[in-house]
């Protein structure tokens, strides 16, 4: 478990084309080519911890992985049973995706993750895809990992979610790839819409209509991904954050998908008063670009509405909101309390010890803005979080414990963050 001490920061101005590659992207395009007729080639694949499980597993299913350090790739012949446990690391996007590919493969699996992930509810995702005839169980009645699935024939469904969650889509989404009809998929709210874009991309009959997606079955498999993994907005935010809270300081975030479920954060920065531009510079699986974000006075704010488009962004937006004027509030995200650790409750109790005054809701909480002071903070084993504390430590100086975790999204933070200040890790 080791630790991480943060010095306080002069004012920057950097460019930076090494941001961590999308980690939503990569998990698919690793399990996406197991459907895919021919090689599928992946430039840019993130190469963390919790990808690279992915990776492995698709190995495990019977696909062939070449990689040769700059493209992988994949070559699979159908999913094979495997006689290995799948070990997801730390992802819930990895677990509750392979529940959805795997539940009408033939042959049985086990899924299961490190002592956090197996703590996190599944239900979410197991219980729809039972009702469809998958043949899914668990601890708690199917609820906690590790996961058995037996490959089954799978009815089609009109499944209408209560949650807005790309988890709970995309598993459902490829589960109606296999299923014996149409299927459709209902959300609340419009979540984030990497499978839907590369599924269909890839010759798959998917129609988006609002909320409403509508899947046909595969009549045969779908084309190779030819794709260069742009960089993860949800990694580049924390260097945004970090240039909007540190005065006379600017940064230009290079090759960073600007999907519009994905910059929602940017978008909540930027009326707390951040001066942020964008440049897109391509579109084909996703628009990617740069952006451009520049300190600016931060004002508080709510934020109510697409917290799905922004939900992992949340302990970075936070850190923001403390330094701002006022007093900003997150409601709806309740959804925070089943993450890599219970989200709320570890941002409040960071912000108190670093002084800021903080209520915590069952669906959120309320910041007031004030001057951040030095603290050791805990991360309790998620990544986010230890990384959204270091960079509020570019204001004040932070300790930051259990620190290992970064590795899973975001290996190269380290080396990043020290471009900016001197960062000892013990």
């Known amino acids: 478990m080791n630790s991480a001490k943060v010095t306080k920061a002069s004012p920057f101005s950097l460019n930076i084309d090494t941001i961590a590659p999308d980690k939503s992207i990569s998990h698919r395009c690793a399990m996406f080519a197991m459907l895919a007729d021919g090689v599928s080639e992946i430039e840019n694949f993130l190469r963390a911890e919790d990808t690279l499980n992915s990776l492995n597993i698709v190995k495990n299913l019977g696909a062939k992985v070449e990689d040769d350090g ?38 049985h699996f086990v899924l299961t993750g490190d002592e956090y992930l197996r703590r996190r509810p599944m239900k979410r995702v197991t219980q729809p895809l039972r009702d469809i005839g998958a043949k899914l169980d668990g601890r708690k009645d199917g609820d906690l ?12 469904f009109h499944y209408e979610s209560k949650i807005a969650s790309a988890q709970v889509k995309s598993a459902m989404i490829l589960a109606a790839l296999r299923a014996d009809g149409i ?17 269909k991309g890839m010759g798959a009959d998917i129609e988006v209509n609002g909320l409403r997606t509508t899947i046909k079955p595969m009549t045969k498999l779908l084309t190779p991904l030819k794709i260069r993994v742009p960089a993860d907005p949800s990694s580049a935010f924390f260097f945004a954050v970090a240039a909007a809270i540190t005065p006379n300081a600017s940064i230009v975030l290079e090759g960073v998908t600007l999907n519009v479920t994905r910059i929602e954060a940017f978008r909540a920065l930027e009326r707390m008063g951040a001066d942020i531009r964008y440049e897109i510079t391509q579109d084909k699986y996703e628009p990617i670009g740069n952006i451009s974000v520049k300190h600016a006075p931060l004002k508080a704010i709510t ?31 309740e959804e925070l309390r089943v993450k890599e650790s219970d989200r709320i409750s570890t941002v409040v109790n960071g912000l108190k010890a670093c002084g800021i005054e903080v209520e915590e809701f069952h669906d959120g909480y309320s910041v007031k803005g004030a001057e951040l002071k030095e ?32 590795n899973t999204s975001f290996p190269n933070f380290f080396e990043l963050l020290s471009r900016i200040t001197k960062v000892e890790v013990k």
């Open 183 to 199: 299927c459709t998929y209902t959300e609340p709210e419009l979540s984030r819409d990497h499978t839907e874009r590369m599924l």
């Open 375 to 406: 603290a050791t903070v805990n991360s309790h084993g998620d990544h986010r979080i230890a990384m959204s504390f270091m960079i509020a430590g570019l204001k004040c100086g932070m300790s930051v414990e259990d620190v290992d975790c970064v």
């Open 145 to 156: 990992a590790p996961l058995s699935i037996r490959g089954a024939s799978l009815k089609a």
């Open 70 to 107: 700059n493209i992988i790739k994949i070559s699979s012949e159908g999913i094979k049973e495997s006689s290995e446990i799948l070990d997801c690391g730390n992802s819930g996007t990895g677990i509750r995706l392979f529940c959805g590919l795997l539940s009408s493969a033939e042959g």
């Open 303 to 333: 934020v109510e509405d697409n917290i799905s488009w922004l939900i992992d962004e949340l302990p970075a937006l936070s850190i923001a909101f403390a330094c701002a004027e006022g007093i900003s509030v997150v409601k709806n995200a």
